[in-house]
């Protein structure tokens, strides 16, 4: 009975275990990849040209901000913005050059310059030590680091690791588990809870094909037009790794959950036949 319980304490910490590596590694993974400063920058502008935009078709403040630009442009060569500790210097002769329909782009690839201009700083503390300072201080000279190179180098070397913790984990599932579809099962039912973000960026991404197909929505909703915008672009490359990595996961779940389900029962039909026989 005491080894019976040590047994299912042991599968029960080797799924949680593999859980936890499996949802860590695909998170570490992605993260990595976004923050490569070739695929954060065009993010990085991407967002910031849809923000500009979507504040400019609703009214808001940038309408008035890129007519006092036009205006100050017809009398200067150049602009100084402040952006918080920054700044962002507009030079009018390019502006006047693209044209003003051109300027949202210009003012965006200047805030995404000045946004990633720290990429490459060097922080002056080791990557848990700067993460430590951000959450419990709270320190926004901090913030940067996020996205910065040295965070990205620290996600690569953390890759390795959490392979080794995977593995670990499924042994210790394999060596209390024993019985191979017992362990198909268990296995299988531990990769199918880790890849049910699948199932959620699945309904994010074809959110318009299913939402307006049935009849829940026309289609024309506002927020289903920004949603198509904000989720468009670099953004969109974002959500498509990250559905394809919990997409692996959840069908390898899935396939080994099945299979194991349907042998052992199987097994256990047989098993009552020849008792009844």
Known sequence: MVELDKQKFAVSIGKYLLRFFVLT????YGFAQITEYSNLKPIVSDLTTKMLSESQAMGGANPQLLEGITQQCQNTDKIVIPMGSESITIN????QAKGV???PQYLSDAISNVVLKDYY???GCSPVGCLTSLAVSRDPAKLPFIISAQMNQFLKTLIP???IGLVVSLFILIYFIRETFSIFKEVGMTLLSAGVPFVLLFLLKYREQLLVSTGILSGKEDFMGSANQFLSGPVNNVTDLYLYMYG???II???LAITGYVVLRKRA???GNAGVN
């Open 101 to 103: 329909s051109a300027l």
């Open 121 to 123: 700083k060097d922080y």
């Open 248 to 250: 692996i996961v959840f």
């Open 161 to 163: 690791y959490l392979v």
């Open 269 to 271: 039909k047989e098993a």
């Open 92 to 95: 009018c002769k390019e502006v």
């Open 25 to 28: 590694l695909i998170f570490v």
């Open 253 to 255: 779940g899935a396939v």
